[in-house]
């Protein structure tokens, strides 16, 4: 689903280096996470200040409700954040609902019993959450929703996410270029690809799908792309809860019923456990990396994903910088508990049927075997050691 001095520098740069085009959960093994830089740390000039911020927030509660430990984002996201928090002096109760709605419910009331003043919720399904989140409005506790929407809700004071549609875009531009699909019509080529979106209780997956879409419908409208399953629409190519494992069944699916004969040549997927649930129909089908083995995209440059990346098992991936999203959750939380207002750079995409929710956008940027080392090494967020291992 992480930041400092080269981070910030990183997301106002982000746009520059997207390459023409989080959420999720995975049973995928969680490995090492990314690595602590001088971006992640504070500096002997912030030492005054922090101390004085420590002192601001004595004795202030943070609780923090995060979807799940299944997948490494959501771990390192929840980490960064609570060693961000705790360096400005506030208390933070950490709970993971494990992708368990009534978990998620139970442990917000906890929350709330137990004293939070302040709320950072990363949902399951955010509208099951509608009723808990009243309690906090009514208990003044202000919400901040993070990557993922609040739907349903007038609770939630701030949204701290990355540009979900760009997600999408940058998936979709990067197969549009990588298949050369604005020439491959007049070339005579036609390529096939199937389609492997987020969880439907996810607001952000919609976005997701509707960046891909943007790029891609044009060219399976015109036949440069055919998609041999029909399977295109959102309610189609939906996967509940993000899980590798309904991933790794529908393409086996596919492959046995509709690639007996002619071979995938393109798995959009929008999530790296996707990505390895598609890897191994893959190999079970008897596909070669060397051989015929077709564009895989992903989202969140997950360290397996990574080493992927390098070994060619996976095309791409979207990189998501958490330590920046976190960062930037945290100055929202400050600015709700100190009466001030965090930065925010849209107030127009994200109405979540009740209110249209301040946000702050954080930028992806697409990485494969030829920019992963710039990106996310040099970046500091993987060790060429990690990536080794």
Same mark, same amino acid.
């Given at each position: 689903?992480?930041?400092?001095?080269i981070?910030?520098?990183?997301?106002?740069?982000?746009?520059?280096?997207?390459?023409?085009?989080?959420?999720?959960?995975?049973?995928?093994?969680?490995?090492?996470?990314?690595?602590?830089?001088?971006?992640?740390?504070?500096?002997?000039?912030?030492?005054?200040?922090?101390?004085?911020?420590?002192?601001?927030?004595?004795?202030?509660?943070?609780?923090?409700?995060?979807?799940?430990?299944s997948?490494?984002?959501?771990?390192?996201?929840?980490?960064?954040?609570?060693?961000?928090?705790?360096?400005?002096?506030?208390?933070?109760?950490?709970?993971?609902?494990?992708?368990?709605v009534?978990?998620?419910?139970?442990?917000?009331?906890?929350?709330?019993a137990?004293g939070?003043?302040?709320?950072?919720v990363?949902?399951?399904d955010?509208?099951?959450?509608?009723?808990?989140?009243?309690?906090?409005?009514?208990?003044?506790?202000?919400?901040?929703?993070?990557?993922?929407?609040?739907?349903?809700?007038?609770?939630?004071?701030?949204?701290?996410?990355?540009?979900?549609?760009a997600?999408?875009?940058?998936? #979709?531009? %990067?197969?549009? $270029? &990588?298949k /050369?699909?604005?020439?491959?019509?007049?070339? !005579?080529?036609? +390529?096939?690809?199937?389609?492997?979106?987020?969880?439907?209780?996810?607001?952000?997956?919609?976005?997701?799908?509707?960046?891909?879409?943007?790029?891609?419908?044009?060219?399976?409208?015109?036949?440069?792309?055919?998609?041999?399953t029909?399977?295109?629409?959102?309610?189609?190519?939906?996967?509940?809860?993000?899980s590798?494992?309904?991933?790794?069944?529908?393409?086996?699916?596919?492959?046995? #019923?509709? %690639?007996?004969? $002619? &071979?995938? /040549?393109?798995?959009?997927?929008?999530?790296? !456990?996707f990505? +390895?649930?598609?890897?191994?129909?893959?190999?079970?089908?008897?596909?070669?990396v060397?051989?015929?083995?077709?564009?895989?995209?992903?989202?969140?440059?997950?360290?397996?994903?990574?080493?992927?990346?390098?070994?060619?098992?996976?095309?791409?991936?979207?990189?998501?910088?958490?330590?920046?999203?976190?960062?930037?959750c945290?100055?929202?939380?400050?600015?709700?508990?100190?009466?001030?207002?965090?930065?925010?750079?849209?107030?127009?995409?994200?109405?979540?049927?009740?209110?249209?929710?301040?946000?702050?956008?954080?930028?992806?940027?697409?990485?494969?075997?030829?920019?992963?080392?710039?990106?996310?090494?040099?970046?500091?967020?993987?060790?060429?050691?990690?990536?080794?291992?």
């Amino acid at each position: 689903m992480k930041k400092k001095i080269i981070s910030t520098l990183l997301c106002a740069t982000m746009a520059a280096t997207l390459l023409a085009g989080c959420g999720s959960s995975s049973t995928q093994t969680t490995e090492n996470a990314p690595a602590k830089t001088e971006s992640a740390t504070e500096t002997k000039e912030d030492s005054a200040a922090t101390e004085t911020q420590k002192a601001e927030s004595s004795g202030k509660k943070v609780g923090v409700a995060m979807p799940t430990q299944s997948s490494e984002r959501w771990i390192n996201d929840g980490a960064n954040m609570k060693s961000r928090l705790e360096a400005l002096g506030y208390e933070v109760d950490m709970q993971y609902a494990e992708d368990d709605v009534q978990q998620q419910v139970s442990q917000i009331e906890n929350l709330i019993a137990n004293g939070a003043d302040c709320l950072v919720v990363a949902s399951v399904d955010s509208t099951a959450l509608v009723n808990v989140l009243k309690q906090a409005k009514d208990n003044n506790i202000p919400v901040i929703a993070y990557d993922r929407l609040l739907m349903d809700t007038d609770a939630v004071s701030y949204y701290a996410t990355f540009d979900n549609k760009a997600v999408g875009t940058a998936i #979709g531009k %990067y197969i549009e $270029e &990588k298949k /050369d699909l604005k020439n491959a019509k007049a070339q !005579g080529k036609s +390529y096939t690809i199937e389609f492997f979106m987020g969880s439907p209780d996810d607001n952000n997956a919609v976005f997701f799908y509707n960046g891909v879409m943007e790029i891609l419908q044009p060219y399976l409208d015109d036949g440069t792309l055919v998609c041999k399953t029909g399977r295109t629409k959102f309610e189609d190519t939906a996967i509940l809860r993000w899980s590798q494992e309904t991933a790794q069944q529908w393409c086996e699916n596919y492959l046995s #019923g509709y %690639y007996a004969d $002619e &071979k995938l /040549d393109i798995a959009c997927t929008v999530f790296d !456990g996707f990505a +390895y649930g598609v890897r191994a129909a893959l190999e079970g089908a008897g596909y070669s990396v060397d051989k015929d083995w077709p564009i895989i995209t992903g989202q969140d440059a997950e360290l397996m994903a990574t080493k992927n990346i390098i070994s060619g098992y996976q095309t791409m991936s979207i990189y998501k910088d958490t330590r920046v999203l976190a960062d930037k959750c945290v100055t929202m939380v400050q600015a709700v508990l100190e009466g001030t207002t965090p930065e925010i750079n849209d107030k127009e995409q994200y109405n979540n049927n009740v209110i249209t929710v301040p946000s702050y956008l954080c930028t992806p940027v697409a990485v494969d075997k030829d920019n992963y080392k710039e990106i996310i090494v040099d970046g500091g967020y993987y060790t060429e050691e990690q990536l080794a291992e």
